[in-house]
């Protein structure tokens, strides 16, 4: 069983940045897979970034590639998402995710789930 938690989200201008972070408990956390989703208001939730469970491979949606950096930090169970150059239509409630060992790149394939944080992005 992994719990999740996710902080940083908050309001920021076009052009900014903001850094989430997802707290990871359980004792095998860093055995797990994480990635960030994203849901905007009337849409289905998708995938932003996802990084294997040692940190040696990520991966990233077309949408975000060049602007944001996800990465982890096993010794301290945390995930972080680096958001730089945001735009507004960037904005949505960003979650963190795991799965044990494999990646998830769609919903359904994630295991765990934060409870979500709102990023918006003003004009």
């Known amino acids: 069983q992994v719990q999740l938690v996710e902080s940083g989200g908050g309001l920021v201008q076009a052009g900014g940045s903001l850094r989430l972070s997802c707290a990871a408990s359980?004792?095998?956390?860093?055995?797990?897979?994480m990635g960030w989703f994203r849901q905007a208001p009337g849409k289905e939730r998708e995938f932003v970034a996802g990084?294997?469970?040692?940190?040696?491979?990520?991966n990233y949606a077309d949408s975000v590639k060049g602007r944001f950096t996800i990465s982890r930090d096993n010794a301290k169970n945390t995930l972080y998402l680096q958001m730089n150059s945001l735009k507004p239509e960037d904005t949505a409630v960003y979650y963190c995710?795991?799965?044990?060992?494999?990646?998830?790149?769609?919903?359904?394939?994630?295991?765990?789930w934060g409870q979500g944080t709102q990023v918006t992005v003003s004009s």
């Open positions: 359980g004792r095998t956390a860093s055995s797990y897979a």
């Open positions: 995710a795991a799965k044990y060992v494999s990646s998830c790149r769609t919903p359904k394939e994630c295991d765990y």
């Open positions: 990084i294997s469970w040692s940190g040696g491979r990520t």
